[in-house]
């Protein structure tokens, strides 16, 4: 067979952005509202979305007048290569919303790491671990992990997930561009990739380079340079949606996510960050902003807030 190493069509970015909008659109349909938080928008205007989506999910009769709807969120803006999560505008009307919050909700933050992937067919003589992975790989796809210098983000991310919240790549089983656009299309992204906890792929501290090698058909992944195969490992959508339900959450309040923000600062500052980030709020709208920030400035992670009913 001849080698064959494919680069994706498609950039982070745009994967992050379609994923990101696909699951909160899969997800509002069929769960517990969940709200992407976006760092490049201001602390306002994330409050008005989070109410609007509380307000049109658990209570519609409350919802004041000319307010989006949760569809209307989620639906705003068109799949493009380089994809930005649809924005509200910040001339919302509040009046009757600031009940809400006091309906007694909770919040569970998921951190995902977007990793994109290369695709490989045929043979890779010069590698043996994929001569080996090739007896039953015909063809799979390579992420990826940052283990050298500093920081070793792939141990940051262990070390935030050993503080309970769940941390995952998110990466896809895909690599055309035409099937990213496809499966937006037809709520599949999010269906369509594979997701590792840091933690089961193990904390890696030699300072080495190292991999992820997996196959959608296959629940067994090879990791590292000198291959070894742990079954079971390669989430699932399905496999996600149970490691939500067994996280833990918070109380979706100023004290609630200001909590968060101050465990993921110290983490960071664990690891050897010079961590600064605000630690007094307002509003819930500026603390899921700067709990957005600190996700993405020391973890590298784009925030999702699954909002949970007590």
């Known amino acids: 067979m001849t080698s064959s190493?494919?680069?994706c069509?498609?950039?982070?970015?745009?994967?992050?952005?379609n994923f990101l909008a696909d699951f909160?659109?899969?997800?509002?349909?069929?769960?517990?509202p969940i709200i992407p938080l976006q760092t490049e928008e201001g602390a306002f205007a994330a409050e008005v979305r989070l109410h609007t989506i509380l307000a049109s999910q658990m209570q519609p009769k409350k919802v004041a007048a000319g307010t989006l709807s949760v569809s209307d969120v989620v639906n705003a803006s068109s799949v493009t290569a380089e994809t930005n999560l649809p924005h509200v505008s910040e001339d919302l009307p509040l009046e009757g919303m600031d009940a809400i919050i006091e309906l007694g909700v909770n919040f569970r933050p998921i951190f995902f790491q977007f990793k994109v992937p290369e695709y490989v067919d045929g043979s890779v003589k010069s590698v043996v671990e994929y001569k080996k992975a090739l007896v039953a790989w015909p063809e799979f796809f390579?992420?990826?992990?940052?283990?050298?210098?500093f920081?070793?983000?792939?141990a940051v991310l262990c070390n935030l997930q050993n503080r309970g919240y769940l941390t995952t790549y998110a990466t896809p089983n895909f690599w055309k561009l035409s099937d990213l656009q496809r499966n937006y299309r037809d709520r599949l992204v999010a269906r369509s990739c594979s997701y590792f906890r840091p933690m089961d792929i193990g904390q890696i501290l030699d300072g080495k380079q190292h991999h992820v090698s997996y196959t959608p058909e296959s629940s067994t992944y090879w990791r590292f340079s000198d291959p070894s195969t742990r079954d079971g490992l390669r989430g699932t959508h399905e496999t996600l949606n149970r490691w939500m339900e067994e996280s833990p959450s918070h109380p979706l309040s100023v004290e609630g996510i200001q909590k968060v923000v101050k465990d993921l600062a110290l983490?960071?500052?664990?690891?050897?960050f010079d961590v600064t980030f605000r630690d007094r709020f307002a509003s819930i709208g500026q603390a899921i902003y700067e709990l957005a920030s600190v996700a993405m400035g020391y973890f590298n992670c784009h925030t999702v807030i699954q909002v949970i009913k007590k």
Do not use: K, V, W
């Open 267 to 272: 983490t960071a500052t664990e690891e050897g």
């Open 142 to 149: 390579r992420m990826y992990l940052r283990c050298r210098g």
């Open 151 to 154: 920081p070793n983000q792939h």
């Open 9 to 17: 069509q498609f950039r982070e970015p745009s994967f992050a952005g």
């Open 24 to 32: 909160a659109r899969y997800q509002t349909d069929a769960l517990s």
């Open 5 to 7: 190493i494919h680069d």
